[in-house]
């Protein structure tokens, strides 16, 4: 038996719905839910989505824009998928902040297995798992794009796509919140990237805004970036590791990349690598370095 | 009238004396027998010597002839007791005086009478030099194997009519000379050139690296990354066999037939890369009479698995006693047998099923679950026992031909080699006093204390690095060897911090 289900599964009728969720089309009658329905964690809240197949890339982002979001104390609602969203429910957890699920399926019959874990950690900090279906109902094709206009219809901030693909799920959350008036925001991805065309292509069209820092989430207002690199400590480099981040800061390379454009011995980049990787100058993923 | 000839018959690596006695009888029904437990493929020898003895133009006799194996509780398999037998019966009908001197026959009859190529002939030199036998009889396609073993009489046997003759005194056949074995030279013919490999400069250094110390090396790239290419250019930069070397691995060629006819000793690194769809016993090897797998037939080479989690889950785990043992031990009903299996690994992977995880330019098309399981097969035991991990990117196309008027500026195979081969003799060097260790990755733990050598400065950033990157104690002692092994290629006596460092690029990658 896992230890979720010793929360019990409750009901919530439509009249007891959040008022944001009551106004959108084909509101479901009730709601099947495990944990607390407190009221206030639906007064503002935000949705992200993306990709299933989440990039570092994606997985910066969110760490990026989670602490603005916790600090407005808003709350995160997903669709409990892998990859962006269960990154989504899993930072904001980890900065203590409150995350609700909407499934696709039942409440007993989840999908990813994997996500068990973040199943009971979500009820267990105060959030809620939602289901509009029968809790022994298995996951379809179409419940899943089903279950995203509850998704968007919960949202009060807006919808964040944080990545995803031109025929990615995302879009049709894009798609279901706009016909529910809400705010569509996108982040903006290299452009030849797989998984960022649908986010581009939302901003291209003007469905979105774009959102490049994380206040752009809640404020309207142009500011200048901010200077990130300023608190870096740069000044005891040697010769190759200035040369390294000089490259490494504007894209992430392959310790053979870095080889091409340096002309450098392989020998003497592999060093470097790893001195810098243990004074933590650099980070490795796949392969990649990127400024840590 | 009874005549007893010598042959042997081979058990694992191992040969055992075999007698084989002839007996034509005057009185009872016309036949022929084997007794001594006979295989088949001995049984039908009756057939071959039969008519091979009359396509010789004598008559063969018309009485009761039995053929005992002695010892008749040893299974003996192959066909190389024809020529044993035939000149068994040649002597019991006084066609031929046997040798006074105790010989060994052996080897395979045609029907014309005449020997073809039989596999094995290697150990049976090395019994006739253990067991005192100063000559030995064996077809000339075969005789070159055992031309290197000193002190054994070599007669290459072209058919039964010359041996009839020699034995008899009528026309000697001339032994082999002993070839010496630094005299051999196997050409050396990789399928491509390392400076034919464009780019991947991490990869190149790596496998320089483990050519150098005979390391284990994983790799993983999306296809098309050029991970065969680089397996198939590492025979190019293997130094040659020893001469120790060479006689195992010449006696595990030998017993499976792998000795092409007229071959001699081996004296190139053997590299096998079997399909992923062999079997455990293919791979590990086996069988009721046991032979030796590929794995065995890799031993001092390389042992290249290409798509490395396709291979059957047993299979993988099989490799691990001869990863961390250097031999594979097979039990059977019949008794057991080791074979040595001191291999270099080198593994094939792609990033995912359909291959294009992490691509920029190609979408995955696997689902997170598909990723989790092909990865699953990879982790584990096998990964902690590999010691270079490496990951090898797409290259980009437009880089992979070089213009006319470009130079290539690529090393060549043989510059990489000439580096390998001096950082061997400085470990053959270090290691000349124990015996089953050649090279850096043969060292057992406790013998790293002995000569690893690390300086302050690389064993505090080694210390760090255990903490840092959550190495267990396996991966930790791994880094410490190839850390050695590319301070030898510097020809340096201590490990410096920058071989650590270089050598943590290699490490095992755990996604976090």
Redesign the interface.
Known sequence: MNEWEKWPIKIIEQKDFPKQLKEIRLCPKKLFYRGEWDKNIFDKVVAIVGS??I?RYGKEIIEKIMPEIISRNTTVISGFM??VDSQAHWECLKYGGKTVAVLGSGLNEFY?T?NNKLYLNILETGGVVISEYEPNFKATVWSFPQRNRIVSGLSTVGVLIVEG?IKSGSLITAKLGLEQKKKILSVPGPI???TSQGTNWLIKTGAAKMVTEPKDIFEDVISMPEQENLFKDYSNLNEVEKIMIDLLESEAL????I??ITQKN??E???????M??KDLVT?T??KFYIS | MLNKVLSIANVGLKGIEIEVEVNIADKGFPGFGIVGLASKAVEEAKERVKTAIINSDINFPNAKITINLAPADLPKDGSCYDLPISVGILASMGELVLPKERSYFYGELSLDGSLRHTRGVFLLALLAKEEGIKKIYVPRMSANEASVIEGVEVYPVDNLKNLIKHLNGERKIEPLKTVNVQDIFDDINPDFDFSEIL???????ALEIAAAGGHNVFMMGPPGSGKTMLSRAIPGILPNLSEKESLEVTKIFSITGNIPPGGSLIRQRPFRSPHHTTSQIGLIGGGSNPKPGEVSLAHRGVLFLDEFPEFGRNSLEALRQPLEDGFVSICRASGSVTFPAQFMLIAAAN?CQCGYL?D??K??SC???QI?NYRKKLSGPIMDRIDLHL?V?AVDVN?LMIGKNEINNNEKSEVIRKRVVEARKIQSERFKSLNHIHSNSDMKNSHLKEFSNLTGKANL?LK??VN?FNLSARVYFRLIKVARTIADLDKSMEIKE?H???A??YRV?NDD
């Open positions: 299933r197949q990039t892998y990859g990813p994997e693909g030849n990237s797989k392959t310790g053979d990349e080889c091409q392989i020998t980049i592999s060093t470097t690598l790893s001195m990787l243990m490795e796949d392969g | 780019g991947q400069e991490q990869a190149k250094r990033p992490g920029p330019k979408e995955c689902s997170p679950w989790l990951i990117p880089h950033l760090q690095a840092k920058n650590i460092a270089e943590l690029q990658k």
